[in-house]
């Protein structure tokens, strides 16, 4: 078996992934939700201090599975270094103890490997990655064979949202909130502009609709309605996802794409899901999704990746298993 966790953000979570079957014999998440919604988003600081107490308390109901371990994999980049920290410094202290390998996960390709928890990999395939921190479309040819082909020049999909949802005055995450909002809105009342749409550019942009929606926030002012919130969430929710099929469907026109899959925490918005249904319908093309309580952050999709590595031997140094920049 192998023992995962994941700590890139705010959500604490570990697994047990059996190597020769996939299952997952144990999985539990502590989100952090409710304590950041005060500030409108994560505060690292105060993120890494709650992972120091989550975390332990997670791991002490693993402590039967510990002499079928066969490897350690943590989540080490991208992410905030702060809460990676505590993850990478758990996974150093088991294997020390345990006597273990260890295995270094790039957060985002665990995203890619939520789509393969108890199953087998489906490769080659075209990802589109839609998260609080990243948008991307990835060429995904197999094991550690990814390339970026699109990503967002600013603000991601996901955090826009964050951020509509915030000058609403509506709560953190904003994700869900809006979209739940949305469905009593008008979404064509507000006719904000696709980003990009006359560009030539393989890329995504989010800051400038969201600059729209605080204009027409402001334009409203005090005597902003619920009726006018729901309309603005709406069309924003509208046109974000626009924004990115339009930009996919050039992806389509240009390469014969049989498998195509959304990953990452905003793959959740049933909004998004439905247009890029109609659209891998319309090109006959395989739509993957990853269970919904696998979409947003979890050890689970850490450990599906690690299942991987351990068969390939990709094991890592106590030197080299450092918590990594979020640019990285």
């Known amino acids: 078996m192998i023992l995962s966790i994941e700590s890139s953000c705010d959500d604490s979570s570990i697994a047990i992934t059996k190597i020769d079957t996939k299952d997952v014999l144990f999985h539990k998440k502590i989100s952090q939700e409710l304590e950041h919604s005060k500030y409108g988003g994560v505060v690292p600081e105060l993120a890494a201090r709650l992972h120091a107490k989550a975390l332990p ?72 990655l839609v998260s609080g921190g990243h948008t991307e479309v990835i060429d995904a040819k197999g094991f550690d064979d990814f390339r970026v082909i699109a990503k967002s020049m600013d603000d991601s999909f996901g955090e826009s949202f964050d951020k509509v949802a915030k000058m609403l005055g509506l709560g953190y995450p904003g994700g869900p909130i809006i979209e739940e909002l949305a469905r009593e809105g008008d979404e064509k009342r507000f006719d904000f502009t696709v980003p990009l749409q006359n560009s030539p550019k393989l890329a995504f942009s989010y800051s400038g609709l969201k600059n729209q929606v605080r204009l027409a926030i402001a334009e409203l002012g005090e005597k902003i309605s619920d009726q006018d919130r729901a309309d603005i969430a709406a069309s924003f929710q509208r046109v974000a996802v626009e924004h990115l099929l339009h930009k996919l469907r050039r992806v389509f026109k240009e390469r014969e794409i049989r498998d195509f899959a959304i990953v990452g925490g905003a793959s959740a918005n049933l909004y998004l899901r439905e247009k890029i249904k109609t659209l891998t319908d319309k090109y006959s093309t395989n739509l993957h999704l990853a269970e919904l309580k696998y979409c947003s952050d979890n050890a689970v999709m850490i450990g599906r990746y690690g299942v991987e590595a351990y068969k390939r031997g990709r094991f890592t140094t106590h030197c080299e298993l450092i918590a990594k920049p979020k640019s990285e």
């Open 57 to 128: 308390d997670i791991l002490s109901s693993t402590k039967e599975f510990f002499p079928h371990l066969k490897a350690i994999a943590v989540t080490t980049h991208p992410g905030l270094s702060v809460t990676l920290l505590e993850g990478v410094m758990m996974a150093k202290a088991l294997s020390i103890s345990l006597k273990l390998p260890l295995i270094s996960v790039n957060h985002l390709y665990g995203h890619i490997y939520s789509l393969f928890i108890e199953r087998e990999e489906v490769f080659p395939m075209t990802v589109l």
